[in-house]
């Protein structure tokens, strides 16, 4: 069983920043890939960037540039970067991690940008 505590979501102005991060806690495997997804209101959730246990990282073209995800091993702690951001990115986000063939979600955390 993994547990979650996320931070860092909130209400934020276009062109601001905000930094999510993700701890996961429990059955954690030293061979794992962190991400995270996003879900806007009405829309299907999407991946927005993921980190493998190398430290390869993937990141969908709309975030390319703006967002930097990270990892901390030895905390199991996934971070999300996030600048320049615009009223698009409005979402919940969600922490991900796939380890010995199943993946485990985390509760999400929202991220508003308005102004």
């Known amino acids: 069983q993994v547990h979650w505590a996320e931070s860092g979501g909130g209400l934020v102005q276009p062109g601001g920043s905000l930094r999510l991060s993700c701890a996961a806690s429990g059955s954690i495997s030293s061979i794992k890939t962190m991400a995270w997804y996003r879900q806007a209101p009405g829309k299907q959730r999407e991946f927005v960037a993921s980190?493998?246990?190398?430290?390869?990282?993937n990141y969908a073209d709309s975030v390319k540039g703006r967002f930097t995800i990270s990892r901390d091993n030895a905390k199991n702690t996934v971070y999300l970067q996030m600048n320049s951001l615009e009223p698009e990115d409005t979402a919940v986000y969600y922490c991900?991690?796939?380890?010995?063939?199943?993946?485990?979600w985390g509760q999400g955390t929202q991220v508003t940008v308005s102004s």
């Open positions: 991900n991690l796939y380890q010995r063939m199943r993946t485990y």
């Open positions: 980190m493998l246990t190398g430290g390869s990282t």
